[in-house]
């Protein structure tokens, strides 16, 4: 899948929309989801151009890589939901239904987030 500039995760990093930013730095920004599945439910994006995880890791450099992490831990640590549990979650790709081709991670918590997966159909 090669990066497409148009898609909405571009477009808030260019100031082109809005977004209710929770963190930004050199390497990454988040901000919450606007359709939220929880208390906590914060997006934390790169700000170079990859699509999904395995475009991220095998792609970035070693400080974008680091700079990322880093970044989404900053947000769980802000959120104050370490103590009590969170999910991380990168949908990849089409059987993981990602909606938007910017590579992102979902910062979920402040519930009980239930089981990880719908039973199989
Ligand atoms: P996915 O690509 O399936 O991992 O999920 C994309 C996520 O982006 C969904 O949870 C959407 O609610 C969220 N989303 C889509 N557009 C926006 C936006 N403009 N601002 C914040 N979140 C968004």
């Known amino acids: 899948m090669s990066y497409d500039s148009s898609n909405v995760f571009a477009k808030i990093l260019r100031g082109e929309i809005p977004c209710k930013k929770v963190y930004e730095d050199d390497f ?4 919450n989801d606007i359709n939220p599945q929880a208390p906590t ?3 934390v994006i790169p ?4 699509t999904t995880y395995d475009d991220f890791v ?8 680091a700079g990322f992490h880093r970044a ?3 947000v769980i640590t802000a959120a104050e939901i ?4 969170y999910r991380l979650i990168s949908n990849s790709g089409v059987e993981a239904h990602q909606e938007v081709q ?6 979920l918590g402040g519930r009980d987030l239930g089981a990880m997966l719908n039973a199989p159909e």
């Open 72 to 74: 989404v831990l900053h």
């Open 47 to 50: 700000k170079g151009p990859y």
């Open 102 to 107: 910017h590579y992102h991670v979902h910062v």
């Open 28 to 31: 990454a920004l988040a901000f």
């Open 82 to 85: 370490a103590a009590g549990g």
């Open 41 to 43: 439910h914060v997006l």
């Open 58 to 65: 095998s792609s970035a450099d070693d400080a974008e890589i």
